[in-house]
């Protein structure tokens, strides 16, 4: 069942146009993995999709259930400790439960940061944080700008296996990330963006390898195809 669906969507910022005619669908219990060079639309494709900016045309279609994000920049009460700001945003979205709460704070390896300033917290407890405010309410979409960023290895790996998890709970989590590499073994749908267009969007099973190994080299290959000035029917 489709949860997100993007059609026909087009943002431009004055003389940039961010994204030309995306067309986009995410599907309810999928990992959606969205890759793109630097600049290529993909934070501006979030930004649209959970309505912190219109779309210049084109239509975009949410689902009844609740959503969920986190971004690059973490965004909490940096005046509160780590256990206020949990207890604020429980308050703030009418998230009630306690032992959820308590599970994403030991999964998080939140406890040893609870009653620290956020304003003090490092880079990768920061993430953290602001990912269990994400979480909160249990949201049906999750989407997820660059979760791994400034996190250590254990704790990459701990997230990742937690997002796994989550996806196979039904949930749809949507990760944009440079990190192809290390969601591989998540990805069940990959969109590729290159400068405002999308230019590879398939199932895992659907996407043709030929000689390469991994998604990343597939990625990589595709994009520097499109660098040459080769249209991505070319570079298959
Ligand atoms: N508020 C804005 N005003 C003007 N241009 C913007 C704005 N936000 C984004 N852009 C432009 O839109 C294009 C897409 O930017 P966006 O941040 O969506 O890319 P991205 O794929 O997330 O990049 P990165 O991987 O570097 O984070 C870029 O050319 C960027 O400069």
Redesign the pocket.
């Known amino acids: 069942m489709a949860v997100v669906e993007l059609r026909n969507v087009t943002k431009r ?2 003389d ?1 146009t ?1 994204l030309t005619g995306v067309d986009l669908t995410v599907q309810q219990g999928t990992f959606h993995c969205l890759v ?1 060079p ?7 494709l979030f930004r649209t999709v959970l309505g912190l900016t219109t779309p210049t045309s084109g239509e975009v279609s949410l689902p009844d259930g609740r959503i969920g994000c986190g971004f690059q920049r973490a965004n909490f009460y940096r005046g509160l400790t780590v256990a206020e700001n949990l207890s604020v945003f429980s308050a703030l979205v009418g998230a009630t439960d306690d032992a959820w709460r308590a599970e994403l704070v030991t999964t998080l390896r939140l406890d040893r940061v609870m009653d620290r300033s956020a304003a003090e917290l490092s880079g990768g407890f920061a993430k953290k944080l602001d990912l269990a405010l994400a979480l909160l309410d249990k949201p049906d979409v999750l989407f997820l700008d660059e979760p791994l960023g400034d996190l250590d290895d254990v704790s990459k790996n701990r997230l990742l296996d937690f997002l796994g998890e989550y996806r196979d709970a039904g949930n749809a989590v949507v990760v944009s990330t ?1 990190h192809l590499t290390e969601f591989d073994p998540l990805v069940d749908h990959l969109t590729v ?1 290159y400068d405002g267009d999308v230019v590879v969007d398939a199932d895992r099973d659907a996407l043709s390898l030929g000689e390469r190994d991994t998604l990343h080299e597939l990625y990589v290959d595709r994009i520097m195809a499109l660098e040459r000035g080769e249209s991505s029917a070319d570079s298959e």
Do not use: I, P, Q
């Open positions: 910022y004055d940039v961010a793109g630097n600049g290529s639309g993909k934070t501006t440079h963006l």
